[in-house]
């Protein structure tokens, strides 16, 4: 049990609070919140690199920018950083009001939590050692309370029957969840919403069972049955090594103590050290034009700003506000219009039941879908995280009392506090976590994937591992920034021919390095260690 956090935090526009005492107020005490906005006082004629948007896809992008000496200008809409992903703290305590979880088997992720040397900064948000200890199906049958062994029984039981597509448990169907394609088969499922699915094997499912999938999958998806598209479970489901518990483990249990803007904080801070790092926040941007040699950016304001590159990490779900010129080709037009599908809600809870630490709910047809216990706040109150489905949409900031009751109907609680970010109605994000609807993801991936010119699209909207998770915008970040740096940085790399061939010629490059006391010696020195690292980045050959 770690202790509390510092609260005394400037406040971010973003996120609503409410108490008894206080009401609703909109605006939470924040790490993300970046203060001065700014520290642009002339802006450079022209930048290497501009990156519209300070989520992890925009702070990975403009961190390894800078990281390769480029001159870089980040942009963004709101007054803070984290877009999708960011944490406040509330007397003393981290609320996190959008992407929470993480996993070891996320790659990109984990390479940063060590880079940020964060790995013993991780908690586990379920405890179910002490207090009720149970789990409760809330249907209009009525509540079936349970054990968790019961619980994950349960559950992987009906899981289980709805992803069996090849009697394989999707394995055969899906085997590289990172290349779902690898197996055109998979087309034909994609077909599927998550109502077909369930059509196809609702003979097989107890009643019990067919509820708590319907919740298990409407957490997941955000949405609804018919826009839910299978394909995108089936995805969670292999890259959570085709087990329930897999797929627990790797989306909602690991989190930070700090919550998710002290992770987020380090990637800026560690950019904002260098003097080659620009930033504007509260800087939306409308238009975006290719001139051919550069690209020029309008921000609301009507400021402009012109670079070599533009890296746009703007969610799927905003895109169209923004006026491309060239248009954007039609295919990546044609997948903006259709979208991702998530109008989750995520709301918190902290109530005066210490005994409801260890207690979860699905309740499918209702407006809270799934709830679980989610951590102890510093005054000793339980704090409860619960998720809506756009099935059935909850506003809490319109309306507190049915936001309580949604609560409360769960199981009665004291609700002392809530704290959310209302994901749907939010300008800058217009949904939740990505997730597609049927087809989606085999018709458009590669379209949205693709560059137009000399901008650059990354956000883990079209992420290929774990798309519509952080991991998945530090991917994208990560992969923009290797193409801006191939093109700005190494435009002209050593034929591969050339790199192998250098193998050989490592015993008189080995005396370079012996000879560093001659004269001229470091540029020779450099010159092996850029050759060094070539040949240890080739990927090995294919095999026959
Ligand atoms: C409720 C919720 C729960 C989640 N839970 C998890 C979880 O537990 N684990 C997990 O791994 N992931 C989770 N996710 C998903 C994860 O948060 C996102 O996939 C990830 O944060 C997306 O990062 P990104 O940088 O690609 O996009 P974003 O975070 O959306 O960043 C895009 C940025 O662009 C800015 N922008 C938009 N329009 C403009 C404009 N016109 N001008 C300038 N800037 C603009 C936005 O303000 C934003 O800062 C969750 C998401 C939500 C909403």
């Given at each position: 049990?770690?202790?509390?956090?510092?609260?005394?935090?400037?406040?971010?526009r973003?996120?609503?609070?409410w108490?008894?005492?206080?009401g609703?107020?909109?605006?939470?005490?924040?790490l993300a919140a970046?203060?001065p906005e700014?520290n642009?006082?002339?802006?450079r004629q022209?930048?290497d690199?501009?990156?519209?948007?300070?989520g992890?896809a925009?702070?990975?992008?403009?961190?390894?920018a800078?990281?390769?000496g480029?001159?870089v200008?980040?942009?963004?809409a709101r007054?803070?950083?984290g877009?999708r992903?960011?944490?406040s703290?509330?007397?003393?305590?981290?609320?996190?009001?959008?992407g929470?979880?993480?996993?070891?088997?996320?790659p990109?992720?984990?390479r940063?939590?060590?880079h940020?040397?964060?790995?013993d900064?991780?908690?586990i948000s379920?405890?179910?050692?002490?207090?009720?200890?149970h789990?409760?199906?809330?249907?209009?049958d009525?509540?079936?309370?349970?054990?968790?062994?019961?619980e994950?029984?349960?559950?992987?039981?009906?899981?289980?029957?709805?992803?069996d597509i090849?009697g394989n448990?999707?394995?055969?169907v899906?085997?590289?969840p990172?290349t779902?394609?690898?197996?055109?088969?998979?087309?034909?499922w994609d077909?599927?919403s998550?109502?077909?699915r369930i059509?196809?094997?609702k003979?097989?499912?107890?009643?019990?069972?067919?509820a708590?999938?319907?919740?298990?999958?409407?957490?997941?998806?955000g949405?609804?049955p018919?826009?839910?598209g299978f394909?995108?479970?089936?995805?969670?489901?292999?890259?959570?090594?085709?087990?329930y518990q897999g797929?627990?483990?790797?989306?909602?249990t690991?989190?930070?103590?700090?919550?998710?803007?002290?992770?987020a904080?380090r990637f800026f801070?560690e950019a904002?050290g260098?003097?080659?790092?620009?930033?504007?926040f509260?800087?939306?941007?409308?238009?975006?034009?290719?001139?051919?040699?550069t690209?020029?950016?309008?921000?609301?304001?009507g400021?402009?700003?012109?670079?070599?590159r533009?890296v746009c990490?703007?969610?799927?779900?905003?895109l169209s506000?923004?006026?491309?010129?060239p248009?954007?080709p039609k295919?990546?037009?044609?997948?903006?219009?259709?979208?991702q599908?998530?109008?989750?809600?995520?709301v918190?809870?902290e109530i005066?039941?210490?005994?409801l630490?260890?207690?979860?709910?699905i309740?499918p047809y209702?407006k809270?879908v799934y709830a679980?216990?989610?951590?102890?706040?510093?005054?000793?109150?339980?704090h409860i995280?619960a998720f809506?489905?756009?099935?059935?949409?909850?506003?809490?900031?319109?309306?507190?009392e049915t936001?309580?009751?949604a609560?409360n109907?769960?199981?009665?609680?004291?609700v002392?506090?809530?704290v959310?970010?209302?994901w749907?109605?939010?300008?800058?994000?217009?949904?939740?976590w990505?997730?597609?609807?049927?087809?989606?993801?085999t018709?458009f991936?590669?379209a949205?994937?693709?560059?137009?010119?000399?901008?650059l699209f990354?956000n883990?909207d079209?992420?290929?591992g774990?798309?519509?998770f952080?991991?998945g915008a530090?991917?994208?970040?990560?992969r923009a920034?290797?193409?801006?740096q191939?093109?700005?940085v190494?435009p002209h790399?050593?034929?591969?021919?050339q790199?192998?061939?250098?193998?050989l010629?490592?015993?008189?490059?080995?005396?370079?390095?012996?000879?560093l006391?001659?004269?001229?010696?470091?540029r020779?020195?450099?010159?092996?260690?850029?050759l060094?690292?070539?040949?240890?980045?080739?990927?090995?050959?294919?095999?026959?």
């Amino acid at each position: 049990m770690r202790g509390p956090l510092p609260s005394d935090l400037p406040k971010s526009r973003d996120g609503y609070h409410w108490t008894p005492h206080d009401g609703v107020s909109q605006g939470l005490p924040t790490l993300a919140a970046i203060r001065p906005e700014t520290n642009v006082n002339s802006p450079r004629q022209v930048y290497d690199v501009i990156v519209v948007g300070a989520g992890y896809a925009g702070l990975t992008a403009a961190r390894n920018a800078v990281r390769e000496g480029l001159n870089v200008l980040l942009l963004e809409a709101r007054d803070r950083i984290g877009g999708r992903t960011w944490s406040s703290n509330i007397n003393g305590y981290a609320f996190e009001l959008g992407g929470t979880w993480v996993h070891w088997t996320q790659p990109h992720t984990f390479r940063e939590v060590y880079h940020y040397n964060m790995k013993d900064e991780l908690e586990i948000s379920q405890n179910y050692t002490t207090g009720v200890n149970h789990f409760q199906l809330i249907t209009s049958d009525g509540v079936k309370t349970m054990s968790h062994l019961a619980e994950d029984k349960l559950l992987e039981s009906a899981v289980k029957k709805f992803v069996d597509i090849d009697g394989n448990l999707g394995r055969t169907v899906m085997p590289f969840p990172h290349t779902p394609a690898y197996n055109p088969d998979v087309a034909k499922w994609d077909k599927l919403s998550m109502a077909d699915r369930i059509e196809q094997i609702k003979d097989d499912l107890t009643p019990a069972e067919k509820a708590a999938l319907e919740g298990f999958v409407l957490l997941c998806s955000g949405g609804t049955p018919e826009n839910t598209g299978f394909y995108d479970i089936l995805r969670w489901w292999a890259l959570g090594f085709y087990t329930y518990q897999g797929v627990i483990d790797t989306c909602v249990t690991f989190k930070f103590h700090c919550g998710q803007s002290g992770f987020a904080k380090r990637f800026f801070d560690e950019a904002a050290g260098s003097k080659k790092f620009s930033y504007i926040f509260n800087c939306p941007i409308t238009a975006i034009k290719d001139n051919g040699k550069t690209v020029q950016v309008t921000a609301q304001s009507g400021r402009q700003f012109t670079a070599s590159r533009l890296v746009c990490t703007i969610p799927l779900n905003v895109l169209s506000t923004i006026a491309f010129d060239p248009p954007l080709p039609k295919a990546k037009q044609e997948a903006v219009k259709i979208g991702q599908i998530n109008l989750c809600s995520k709301v918190h809870a902290e109530i005066r039941d210490r005994d409801l630490r260890s207690w979860s709910a699905i309740a499918p047809y209702d407006k809270l879908v799934y709830a679980f216990g989610d951590g102890t706040t510093p005054a000793g109150n339980t704090h409860i995280v619960a998720f809506g489905a756009d099935l059935n949409p909850l506003h809490p900031e319109d309306d507190i009392e049915t936001t309580k009751g949604a609560f409360n109907h769960l199981a009665p609680m004291d609700v002392q506090r809530l704290v959310f970010h209302n994901w749907a109605r939010d300008e800058y994000s217009q949904g939740a976590w990505c997730m597609f609807a049927p087809s989606v993801g085999t018709t458009f991936l590669d379209a949205l994937r693709a560059r137009h010119g000399n901008i650059l699209f990354a956000n883990s909207d079209w992420a290929t591992g774990w798309r519509g998770f952080i991991d998945g915008a530090i991917e994208e970040g990560a992969r923009a920034a290797q193409m801006v740096q191939q093109e700005l940085v190494d435009p002209h790399p050593t034929p591969r021919t050339q790199i192998v061939g250098s193998k050989l010629m490592f015993p008189s490059i080995i005396l370079y390095e012996h000879s560093l006391l001659a004269p001229g010696y470091s540029r020779s020195y450099l010159c092996y260690m850029k050759l060094r690292s070539k040949v240890q980045l080739q990927a090995p050959d294919p095999k026959p």
